[in-house]
Nanobody
Framework: QVQLVESGGGLVQAGGSLRLSCAAS????????MGWFRQAPGKEREFVAA????????YYADSVKGRFTISRDNAKNTVYLQMNSLKPEDTAIYYC????????????????WGQGTQVTVSS
């Protein structure tokens, strides 16, 4: 069992930056692939970024590539999402998720989810 708690969301102007954190409980965190997803009002949940258990492989949605960076610190049981050059269209609730085994981009393959943190980007 893994419990996930996100933090770091907030209100920021377009062009600004935020750093999201996702703290995980459980001794097996280092064996889990981690993902960040987001959901805007009236839209489906969409993939943002993912990272393998070792941190050696990372994947990004085209819409955030070059602006967002996912990373993890297995010693701290934490995964991060550094978001730069934020745009109003990045406004959404951001969720982190965990799954054992290989990293994937599809949300339905993730077993554990956090409660989400709101990110609002004003124009």
């Amino acid at each position: 069992q893994v419990q996930l708690v996100e933090s770091g969301g907030g209100l920021v102007q377009a062009g600004g930056s935020l750093r999201l954190s996702c703290a995980a409980s459980g001794r097996t965190f280092s064996s889990y692939a981690m993902g960040w997803f987001r959901q805007a009002p009236g839209k489906e949940r969409e993939f943002v970024a993912a990272i393998s258990w070792s941190g050696g492989s990372t994947y990004y949605a085209d819409s955030v590539k070059g602006r967002f960076t996912i990373s993890r610190d297995n010693a701290k049981n934490t995964v991060y999402l550094q978001m730069n050059s934020l745009k109003p269209e990045d406004t959404a609730i951001y969720y982190c998720a965990a799954k054992p085994g290989p990293v994937v981009k599809t949300h339905y393959e993730y077993d554990y989810w956090g409660q989400g943190t709101q990110v609002t980007v004003s124009s």
